[in-house]
């Protein structure tokens, strides 16, 4: 996925953070490989594989301030259970 897409759905119009959103999705794309298969890398190329990577960078990049009101989540909603179906498709 490249950053313009990743910034469209996360709907950032500058380009202050740049760099922070390609070191994010760097480390979002290992965690969902790592989690499903590190060795058969078809699924890289799914809509889902993309969704999930984006779901981490948007909420890594939200909670990347150290003191918050609010209760943090260490995975966001959905990435679960996409990993499961992207398990299910190198089966």
Do not use: C
């Amino acid at each position: 996925m490249d950053l313009i897409t990743l910034k469209t759905y996360l709907r950032i119009d500058h380009d202050f953070d740049d760099a922070i959103l390609n070191l994010l999705q760097g480390y979002a794309e290992q965690y969902v490989i790592n989690a499903v298969d590190s060795e058969n890398l078809e699924y890289k190329e799914t809509p889902l594989f993309d969704f999930a990577v984006t779901l981490l960078v948007g909420h890594w990049y939200e909670q990347r301030i150290a003191s918050t009101d609010v209760a943090l989540q260490t995975i966001p909603f959905g990435v679960t259970g996409i990993i499961v179906q992207l398990r299910g498709l190198v089966e």
